[in-house]
T-cell receptor
Framework: DADVTQTPRNRITKTGKRIMLECSQT?????MYWYRQDPGLGLRLIYY???????NKGEISDGYSVSRQAQAKFSLSLESAIPNQTALYFC?????????????FGPGTRLLVL | AQSVTQLGSHVSVSEGALVLLRCNYS??????LFWYVQYPNQGLQLLLK??????LVKGINGFEAEFKKSETSFHLTKPSAHMSDAAEYFC????????????FGKGTLLTVNP
């Protein structure tokens, strides 16, 4: 079984709808991250969490919110989806520690906002 | 602040030819450097990383990269390309004081021709 899972894998929604993307991990890691990937732009950090009580904004947090329900679960919400939020979304985890820690990525959620 | 520049958004090689993917970084402190690979319809996985010590780093699938501080580079190489190497490759940088965040380059798509 995969260590980092994301649901759903694909989602189509309409402008203005609220949508939640979910991430679960079995690696026992403290740190979790949400990224979005757009063609030609690489990955950009939306939010990150060092533990259940510590959530931080990344470089592109506007229009997004997150919830760390437990050590193993980190959800990303789009309160009112807009077309330019169409992208591939990745969750990642890393063990607590130093900046050289490897991040482990989920398989991604492909979101289309019409 | 840290940043990564990947030269060439698309690189095409013949099977058996040398693979060279270029990455230059900017960091105000000694960086940690990573190469991640993304196969079609999958999440990212670590190929190799440089933290400290030996500047030539060997990774999975025959890839290696050399940290050159004087050139602020961390180019990825493989002597002989295989068809299975076709993927998108991301260079990333992290550094002490960056709050353990990874900054990714925009990616290089590697195509391997038979």
């Amino acid at each position: 079984d995969a260590d980092v899972t994301q649901t759903p894998r694909n989602r189509i929604t309409k402008t203005g709808k609220r949508i939640m993307l979910e991430c679960s991990q079995t690696k026992g890691h403290d740190r979790m991250y949400w990224y979005r990937q757009d063609p030609g732009l690489g990955l950009r950090l939306i939010y990150y969490s060092f533990d259940v009580k510590d959530i931080n904004k990344g470089e592109i947090s506007d229009g997004y919110s997150v919830s760390r329900q437990a050590q193993a679960k980190f959800s990303l919400s789009l309160e009112s989806a807009i077309p330019n939020q169409t992208a591939l979304y990745f969750c990642a985890t890393s063990d607590s520690g130093a900046a050289q820690e490897t991040q482990y990525f989920g398989p991604g959620t492909r979101l289309l906002v019409l | 602040a840290q940043s990564v520049t990947q030269l060439g958004s698309h690189v095409s090689v013949s099977e058996g030819a040398l693979v060279l993917l270029r990455c230059n970084y900017s960091s105000s402190v000694p960086p940690y450097l990573f190469w991640y690979v993304q196969y079609p319809n999958q999440g990212l996985q670590l190929l190799l990383k440089y933290t400290t010590g030996a500047t030539l780093v060997k990774g999975i699938n025959g890839f290696e990269a050399e940290f050159k501080k004087s050139e602020t580079s961390f180019h990825l190489t493989k002597p002989s390309a295989h068809m299975s190497d076709a993927a998108e490759y991301f260079c990333a940088v992290s550094a002490p004081g960056s709050n353990y965040k990874l900054t990714f380059g925009k990616g290089t798509l590697l195509t391997v021709n038979p």
